[in-house]
């Protein structure tokens, strides 16, 4: 089971974020669990200094901006 962790404090793109998370989800069948991470100290013990961002097993995968469903669907693959 995989591990996505959207990154970001609740602004707009990151909900949009997490729901293209949860569709790609969906869409691919590839069982996931979906964790928010809205924490700013956590958010940059990523790396992260820019949100939106995306992380698959612990691995920061998109940074600034929102993927469509399908485009996170393929980094799920």
Not at 35 to 44: R, T
Not at 70 to 76: D, F, P, T, V
Request: glycine share 10%.
């Amino acid at each position: 089971m995989k591990l996505v962790q959207v990154l970001g404090p609740g602004c707009p793109k990151c909900e949009k974020l997490k729901h293209n998370v949860e569709e790609a989800i969906v869409q691919s069948g590839v069982e996931a669990t979906v964790e928010k991470i809205s924490d700013i100290n956590a958010i940059v013990g990523f790396g992260v200094m820019t949100t939106p961002a995306l992380a698959i097993d612990g691995e920061v995968k998109v940074v600034g901006k929102v993927p469509s469903a399908e485009e996170i669907a393929k980094l799920l693959a």
